[in-house]
T-cell receptor, first 114, second 113 residues
Framework: GDSVTQMEGPVTLSEEAFLTINCTYTATGYPSLFWYVQYPGEGLQLLLK?????DKGSNKGFEATYRKETTSFHLEKGSVQVSDSAVYFCALSDRTGGSYIPTFGRGTSLIVHP | EPEVTQTPSHQVTQMGQEVILRCVPISNHLYFYWYRQILGQKVEFLVSFYNNEISEKSEIFDDQFSVERPDGSNFTLKIRSTKLEDSAMYFC???????????FGPGTRLLVL
């Protein structure tokens, strides 16, 4: 079945450092890919998405490119801030079976120090 | 900005007891969902609900679980006889349409002793 694997956390960075959170996926069809973010005490929020190969999703300085050849959707940000501290979830939605329900990874905690 | 709300934020219960987790979806949304996340594991889909009936459910959503929209605003998840392994964070979500972005609530942390 479909699955998402993302790097173990926590990822601890200093402010203004470069961020990469790796995500790879397995899917039978042609999925849409997502990154969700969960700030402390809040629900999951959609951060960005990409619906086809080579698409780049971007939002709030974060970017991720849909790489079909490597089945990856790594999240990057050039300069992180303390306010980016949160848990980040990679997810896919594969409509092959007629379902739009996303499959999530385990989440990666990001801690940014001043 | 409209948001999904969930109550309670934390719930502690004894094994075998019934619990009801409550959610208020965004008012003009038509699709409603429950997910759970056992500590350290993946966010897992439980059930989706549309037009007053279950539209999709996972293997996790067995006879111990039920969902209901008792009025025009609330969406509830009931666990009839809780087990230790039901301890998890439960997230409610809603969306305008089946293919639309899902908006998540902050979650209810359930601990079964």
């Amino acid at each position: 079945g479909d699955s998402v694997t993302q790097m173990e956390g926590p990822v601890t960075l200093s402010e203004e450092a470069f961020l990469t959170i790796n995500c790879t996926y397995t899917a039978t069809g042609y999925p849409s890919l997502f990154w969700y973010v969960q700030y402390p005490g809040e629900g999951l929020q959609l951060l960005l998405k990409a619906t086809k190969a080579d698409d780049k999703g971007s939002n709030k300085g974060f970017e991720a490119t849909y790489r079909k050849e490597t089945t990856s959707f790594h999240l990057e940000k050039g300069s992180v801030q303390v306010s980016d501290s949160a848990v980040y979830f990679c997810a896919l939605s594969d409509r092959t079976g007629g379902s739009y329900i996303p499959t999530f990874g385990r989440g990666t905690s990001l801690i940014v120090h001043p | 900005e409209p948001e999904v709300t969930q109550t309670p934020s934390h719930q502690v219960t004894q094994m075998g007891q019934e619990v009801i987790l409550r959610c208020v979806p965004i008012s003009n949304h038509l699709y409603f969902y429950w997910y759970r996340q056992i500590l350290g594991q993946k966010v897992e889909f439980l059930v989706s609900f549309y037009n007053n009936e279950i539209s999709e459910k996972s293997e996790i959503f067995d006879d111990q679980f039920s969902v209901e929209r008792p009025d025009g605003s609330n969406f509830t998840l009931k666990i009839r006889s809780t087990k230790l392994e039901d301890s998890a964070m439960y997230f409610c979500a809603s969306s305008k349409g089946q293919q639309e972005t899902q908006y998540f609530g902050p979650g209810t942390r359930l601990l079964v002793l």
